[in-house]
């Protein structure tokens, strides 16, 4: 896979908060395949092109590996995580059927009236991103996705439920892979609906729109796979 020079693509990292900036800055050139999927990653290089100690680059790598962005091994140091295959794909898309249709019919059971307001609230936020902004509009989009599903996650009251759907990272895997641009709208209706039935305390439309909604949106990535 060709990748863009990583030269002149991100700013040098601000010694106020360095350990989040060069967190932030690698992110970006990763999701961004400026780092190509299973890519070596060189702390040292990494930290002239920053210009910062290699300190924050390995602090901000374990970050990442905790993400499941980058993978460290004995005696060979970082790469970054190849791009999902089709299997990894269907599985996660199946682990998260098992967990979020639970997830929200948990929710919709036990919410308090403002957990029922977050949720609603959360639903209806939107991208205010120009929509040729490229990476920052796709990240800020699916920030917003990550949040709505912790949200739901967290209100269903079920630290054990929202520790498993945060840990599987979708929203980071699925960006990588590829990005429906076409979809948002589709997704923003979606969370809507999901939190509609939760607001109302109806459990079994709240699981089915969670459902529905996830389906919708495996469907919506399959166009990164060859036919």
Do not use: N
Not at 32 to 61: F, M, Y
Not at 84 to 106: G, I, N, S, W, Y
Not at 138 to 162: C, I, M, Q
């Amino acid at each position: 896979m060709a990748t863009t020079p990583i030269s002149g693509r991100i700013r040098p990292a601000q010694r106020l908060t360095l350990t989040d900036d060069v967190y932030e800055s690698l992110k970006t050139l990763i999701m961004e395949h400026a780092i190509a999927p299973g890519e070596r990653v060189s702390i040292d290089g990494l930290a002239r092109t920053l210009e910062v100690s290699p300190t924050p680059v390995r602090e901000a790598l374990a970050r990442l590996e905790s993400d499941g962005l980058v993978r460290k091994r004995a005696m060979s140091g970082y790469t970054t995580t190849p791009l999902l295959t089709r299997t990894e794909f269907d599985e996660l898309f199946e682990m998260r059927l098992l967990l979020e249709p639970a997830a929200a019919r948990r929710a919709a059971a036990q919410a308090d009236a403002e957990q029922r307001r977050r949720v609603r609230e959360e639903a209806a936020a939107t991208v205010a991103v120009e929509a040729g902004d490229g990476y920052r509009r796709h990240a800020v989009f699916t920030a917003l996705d990550a949040r709505f599903h912790g949200l739901v996650a967290e209100v269903s009251g079920s630290g054990l439920l929202r520790d498993a759907i945060i840990r599987l990272h979708a929203h980071l895997h699925l960006h990588r892979l590829y990005f429906p641009s076409a979809g948002t709208g589709d997704t923003v209706g979606e969370h809507k609906r999901i939190a509609t039935a939760i607001a109302k305390g109806d459990a079994d439309a709240a699981a089915d729109a969670m459902h529905h909604h996830l389906t919708s949106a495996r469907d919506r990535h399959l166009p990164a796979f060859p036919s």
